[in-house]
Protein backbone atom coordinates (compact mmCIF):
# COMPACT_ATOMS: atom_id res chain seq x y z
CA UNK A 1 0.00 0.00 0.00
CA UNK A 2 3.07 2.34 0.67
CA UNK A 3 4.48 2.27 -2.44
CA UNK A 4 1.36 2.54 -4.05
CA UNK A 5 0.71 5.64 -2.45
CA UNK A 6 4.35 6.85 -2.87
CA UNK A 7 4.26 5.94 -6.58
CA UNK A 8 1.40 7.69 -7.04
CA UNK A 9 2.60 10.94 -5.22
CA UNK A 10 5.46 11.14 -7.15
CA UNK A 11 3.94 10.85 -10.29
CA UNK A 12 1.33 13.99 -9.41
CA UNK A 13 3.89 15.94 -8.20
CA UNK A 14 5.61 15.46 -11.38
CA UNK A 15 2.95 16.47 -13.56
CA UNK A 16 2.57 19.58 -11.50
CA UNK A 17 5.85 20.93 -12.10
CA UNK A 18 4.61 24.38 -12.81
CA UNK A 19 3.53 24.55 -9.64
CA UNK A 20 6.84 23.82 -8.54
CA UNK A 21 9.02 26.45 -10.63
CA UNK A 22 6.72 28.98 -9.49
CA UNK A 23 7.25 28.41 -6.46
CA UNK A 24 11.03 28.61 -7.19
CA UNK A 25 10.35 31.96 -9.14
CA UNK A 26 8.96 33.14 -5.23
CA UNK A 27 11.78 32.46 -3.53
CA UNK A 28 14.54 33.64 -5.80
CA UNK A 29 12.65 37.04 -5.70
CA UNK A 30 12.73 36.24 -1.58
CA UNK A 31 16.02 36.39 -1.45
CA UNK A 32 16.67 39.55 -3.68
CA UNK A 33 13.86 41.44 -1.85
CA UNK A 34 15.78 40.46 1.12
CA UNK A 35 18.82 42.13 0.02
CA UNK A 36 17.33 45.49 -0.60
CA UNK A 37 14.27 45.88 2.46
CA UNK A 38 13.91 43.53 5.51
CA UNK A 39 10.63 45.44 5.78
CA UNK A 40 9.42 44.56 2.50
CA UNK A 41 10.61 41.12 2.74
CA UNK A 42 8.76 40.65 5.92
CA UNK A 43 5.36 41.86 4.26
CA UNK A 44 5.76 38.94 1.30
CA UNK A 45 5.53 36.52 3.80
CA UNK A 46 1.39 37.06 3.56
CA UNK A 47 1.82 36.21 -0.60
CA UNK A 48 4.15 33.25 -0.19
CA UNK A 49 1.74 31.59 2.79
CA UNK A 50 -1.26 32.28 0.05
CA UNK A 51 0.50 30.61 -2.63
CA UNK A 52 1.62 27.45 -0.39
CA UNK A 53 -1.70 27.19 1.34
CA UNK A 54 -3.18 27.31 -2.61
CA UNK A 55 -1.26 24.71 -3.75
CA UNK A 56 -3.44 21.55 -3.10
CA UNK A 57 -6.41 23.97 -4.92
CA UNK A 58 -4.09 24.46 -8.13
CA UNK A 59 -2.89 20.66 -8.15
CA UNK A 60 -6.72 19.57 -8.17
CA UNK A 61 -7.91 22.30 -10.95
CA UNK A 62 -4.79 20.45 -12.84
CA UNK A 63 -6.15 16.85 -12.00
CA UNK A 64 -9.60 18.33 -13.05
CA UNK A 65 -8.57 19.59 -16.25
CA UNK A 66 -9.13 23.23 -15.34
CA UNK A 67 -7.24 25.79 -17.30
CA UNK A 68 -3.78 26.54 -15.19
CA UNK A 69 -2.33 29.94 -15.75
CA UNK A 70 -0.75 32.58 -14.20
CA UNK A 71 -3.19 34.74 -13.61
CA UNK A 72 -5.38 32.07 -12.08
CA UNK A 73 -2.31 31.37 -9.57
CA UNK A 74 -1.83 35.01 -8.75
CA UNK A 75 -5.28 35.88 -8.21
CA UNK A 76 -5.79 32.79 -6.03
CA UNK A 77 -2.65 33.39 -3.83
CA UNK A 78 -3.82 36.84 -3.34
CA UNK A 79 -7.03 35.93 -2.38
CA UNK A 80 -5.79 33.28 0.19
CA UNK A 81 -3.08 36.06 1.08
CA UNK A 82 -6.20 38.65 2.53
CA UNK A 83 -7.61 35.39 4.54
CA UNK A 84 -4.24 34.72 6.25
CA UNK A 85 -2.99 38.20 7.48
CA UNK A 86 -5.00 38.15 10.67
CA UNK A 87 -3.87 34.17 11.83
CA UNK A 88 -0.26 34.78 10.58
CA UNK A 89 -0.22 38.01 12.90
CA UNK A 90 -1.95 36.24 15.39
CA UNK A 91 0.52 33.44 15.51
CA UNK A 92 3.74 35.84 14.92
CA UNK A 93 2.25 37.44 18.13
CA UNK A 94 2.17 34.31 19.84
CA UNK A 95 5.46 33.42 18.93
CA UNK A 96 7.00 36.55 20.21
CA UNK A 97 5.09 36.10 23.35
CA UNK A 98 6.33 32.88 24.03
CA UNK A 99 9.78 33.60 23.10
CA UNK A 100 9.78 36.53 25.71
CA UNK A 101 8.45 34.50 27.92
CA UNK A 102 11.25 31.84 27.70
CA UNK A 103 13.54 34.86 27.55
CA UNK A 104 12.65 36.01 30.91
CA UNK A 105 12.02 32.37 32.95
CA UNK A 106 15.31 31.14 31.93
CA UNK A 107 17.29 34.45 31.80
CA UNK A 108 19.32 35.51 29.03
CA UNK A 109 22.09 34.13 29.54
CA UNK A 110 20.96 31.28 29.08
CA UNK A 111 18.66 32.06 26.60
CA UNK A 112 21.57 32.88 24.77
CA UNK A 113 23.32 29.88 25.40
CA UNK A 114 20.65 27.76 24.11
CA UNK A 115 20.49 29.76 20.56
CA UNK A 116 24.28 29.68 20.18
CA UNK A 117 24.49 25.93 20.97
CA UNK A 118 25.51 24.10 17.56
CA UNK A 119 22.64 22.48 16.81
CA UNK A 120 20.60 25.69 16.43
CA UNK A 121 23.12 27.35 14.54
CA UNK A 122 22.76 24.59 11.83
CA UNK A 123 18.75 25.08 11.83
CA UNK A 124 18.15 21.39 12.54
CA UNK A 125 16.45 21.77 15.94
CA UNK A 126 13.81 24.82 14.11
CA UNK A 127 13.40 22.51 11.57
CA UNK A 128 13.11 18.90 13.30
CA UNK A 129 10.27 20.86 15.50
CA UNK A 130 8.81 22.76 12.61
CA UNK A 131 7.91 19.73 10.52
CA UNK A 132 7.66 17.00 13.55
CA UNK A 133 5.93 19.11 15.66
CA UNK A 134 3.27 22.11 13.49
CA UNK A 135 3.80 20.24 9.69
CA UNK A 136 2.51 16.57 10.51
CA UNK A 137 -0.49 17.34 12.19
CA UNK A 138 -1.33 20.05 10.37
CA UNK A 139 -0.54 18.44 7.20
CA UNK A 140 -4.06 18.58 5.68
CA UNK A 141 -4.83 22.10 6.25
CA UNK A 142 -4.27 23.68 3.11
CA UNK A 143 -6.75 20.82 1.70
CA UNK A 144 -9.82 22.73 4.19
CA UNK A 145 -8.32 25.56 3.52
CA UNK A 146 -8.19 25.87 -0.64
CA UNK A 147 -10.07 22.92 -2.01
CA UNK A 148 -12.74 23.65 1.09
CA UNK A 149 -12.54 26.66 1.78
CA UNK A 150 -13.00 26.78 5.34
CA UNK A 151 -11.58 29.19 7.81
CA UNK A 152 -8.08 28.93 8.91
CA UNK A 153 -9.47 27.52 12.64
CA UNK A 154 -11.32 25.35 11.35
CA UNK A 155 -9.16 24.22 8.65
CA UNK A 156 -6.21 23.66 11.49
CA UNK A 157 -8.97 21.81 14.12
CA UNK A 158 -10.31 19.24 10.95
CA UNK A 159 -6.59 18.19 9.85
CA UNK A 160 -5.55 17.87 13.47
CA UNK A 161 -8.18 15.09 13.69
CA UNK A 162 -7.80 13.51 10.46
CA UNK A 163 -4.46 13.12 11.15
CA UNK A 164 -4.74 11.08 14.51
CA UNK A 165 -7.65 9.33 12.15
CA UNK A 166 -5.17 7.96 9.80
CA UNK A 167 -2.10 7.38 11.24
CA UNK A 168 -0.72 5.48 7.85
CA UNK A 169 -1.08 8.50 5.94
CA UNK A 170 0.80 10.97 8.98
CA UNK A 171 3.72 7.93 8.59
CA UNK A 172 3.93 8.55 5.34
CA UNK A 173 4.30 12.10 5.29
CA UNK A 174 6.72 11.60 8.05
CA UNK A 175 8.72 9.67 5.71
CA UNK A 176 8.74 12.28 3.27
CA UNK A 177 9.67 14.73 5.36
CA UNK A 178 12.73 12.69 7.10
CA UNK A 179 13.75 11.69 3.59
CA UNK A 180 14.23 16.02 2.58
CA UNK A 181 16.17 16.49 5.70
CA UNK A 182 18.82 13.55 5.59
CA UNK A 183 18.82 14.53 1.57
CA UNK A 184 19.69 18.58 2.98
CA UNK A 185 21.75 18.07 5.86
CA UNK A 186 23.72 15.08 3.21
CA UNK A 187 24.28 17.49 0.80
CA UNK A 188 25.09 20.77 3.79
CA UNK A 189 25.56 19.44 7.03
CA UNK A 190 27.11 23.16 8.03
CA UNK A 191 24.55 26.32 7.67
CA UNK A 192 23.76 27.74 4.80
CA UNK A 193 24.56 30.95 3.41
CA UNK A 194 24.07 32.25 -0.14
CA UNK A 195 23.56 29.42 -3.02
CA UNK A 196 23.51 26.45 -0.62
CA UNK A 197 20.47 28.10 1.24
CA UNK A 198 19.24 28.26 -2.07
CA UNK A 199 19.40 24.70 -3.16
CA UNK A 200 17.85 23.46 0.24
CA UNK A 201 15.26 25.53 -0.17
CA UNK A 202 14.75 24.00 -3.66
CA UNK A 203 14.80 20.05 -1.97
CA UNK A 204 12.62 21.29 0.44
CA UNK A 205 9.95 22.87 -2.15
CA UNK A 206 9.82 19.61 -4.07
CA UNK A 207 9.31 17.84 -1.23
CA UNK A 208 6.53 20.03 0.23
CA UNK A 209 4.66 19.37 -3.31
CA UNK A 210 4.93 15.67 -2.85
CA UNK A 211 2.87 15.76 0.33
CA UNK A 212 1.00 18.63 -0.95
CA UNK A 213 -0.03 15.61 -3.73
CA UNK A 214 0.36 12.71 -1.61
CA UNK A 215 -2.40 14.30 1.24
CA UNK A 216 -5.06 15.60 -2.36
CA UNK A 217 -4.92 11.92 -2.79
CA UNK A 218 -5.93 10.81 0.71
CA UNK A 219 -8.47 13.13 0.59
CA UNK A 220 -9.75 12.60 -2.98
CA UNK A 221 -9.76 9.05 -2.13
CA UNK A 222 -11.72 9.48 0.96
CA UNK A 223 -14.52 11.73 -0.47
CA UNK A 224 -15.01 8.47 -2.91
CA UNK A 225 -15.50 6.39 -0.41
Known sequence: MFKKHIIESFSLANKNLEIYLIGI???????????????????TIFIVFGFYASIPLFIDGKVKNKVFNLKEVF??????????IVPIILVIGTFLSLCF??????????????FNSSLVRGNLLQEVFIFFVLTIPFA????????????????????????????????LITLFGAVSLIIRMGIFPQPLNGIENFISGAITQYF??????????IYRKRLSY
Do not use: C, D, H
Open 101 to 114: GILFLLGAKKTQEI
Open 75 to 84: VTSMKNSRRL
Open 25 to 43: SILIAQTIIARFNNLLSFL
Open 208 to 217: GLLIASYTLL
Open 140 to 171: FTSIYFSVENMGVLKSLKKSFWYSLENPKAVL
